[in-house]
C-alpha cells in the first residue's frame, strides 16, 4: 500500500518527501509539542535523514509505513503530519499538528481524512495510543469514531475501531 495525497476542506494532505524536512522542523519545534509524543525539537538534517529511512520503507513487505504532512491551503504551508502503519489486520494511526495551529480543528480534519481514505482501501481495523493525559488527542480519536479500550501500551491507552469499509 503507499500512501497518496488526501484532500479535506481545508486540507492536503500530501505524502511525505524527503524535501519536507526543513519546513517541519519548523513546526516541530517548540518543545511543549514533545510533551505527550516524547523526544524533543531536531534540526532540519537530522530530520532529513529521519525521513530518508521514512520513505524507504520497513524491510518487512508485509508492512506499510504511510505518512503524510499536513498542508493548510489558505496559508499554505505546513502544519503537521498524520501517519498508518498498515498491516493486513489493520492500520495504527497518529497525528500531530505545530503548537501554532493548534485548536483549529485541523488535527481532526486531517485524521478524519485518513481514517476515510484507510476505510476505502478495506484497511479492516484502525487503532492509536494515546496519553492518558493528552485530552486533545482523546477529542480527536473520538471525533474519528476510535474509542478506548482498557488495554495499555507503552503508558497509553489503546484506541480502536472497526473501519467501515468503504470504497
Known amino acids: 500500500m503507499e500512501s497518496e495525497a488526501i484532500t479535506t476542506g481545508r486540507l492536503d494532505l500530501l505524502p511525505l518527501r524527503v524535501d ?3 519546513e517541519m522542523a519548523e513546526v516541530l ?7 505527550f509524543i516524547g ?8 530530520l532529513r535523514a529521519r525521513y530518508e529511512r521514512m520513505v524507504q520503507g520497513p ?5 506499510s509505513w504511510l505518512n503524510w504532512v499536513i498542508r493548510l491551503r489558505d496559508e499554505d504551508c505546513l502544519t503537521g503530519y498524520v501517519q498508518a502503519t498498515v498491516e493486513s489486520d489493520g492500520a495504527e ?3 500531530v499538528v505545530g503548537t501554532p495551529w493548534q485548536g483549529r480543528g485541523i488535527a481532526t480534519e486531517a485524521a478524519r481524512g485518513l481514517v476515510e481514505w484507510l476505510d476505502a482501501q478495506r484497511v479492516p481495523t484502525i487503532i492509536a495510543h494515546i496519553h492518558p493525559d493528552h485530552r486533545a488527542s482523546a477529542s480527536v480519536a473520538t471525533a474519528v469514531g ?3 479500550t ?3 501500551h507503552d503508558g497509553e491507552v489503546r484506541w480502536h475501531r472497526a473501519a467501515t469499509l468503504g470504497g
Open 39 to 46: 523526544g524533543e525539537p531536531v534540526s532540519p538534517e537530522v
Open 29 to 35: 519545534s517548540d518543545p511543549a509539542l514533545h510533551t
Open 20 to 22: 519536507h524536512a526543513g
Open 150 to 152: 482498557d488495554e495499555w
Open 93 to 95: 494511526i497518529a497525528w
Open 59 to 63: 524491510d518487512d513487505p508485509g508492512v
Open 146 to 148: 476510535l474509542t478506548a
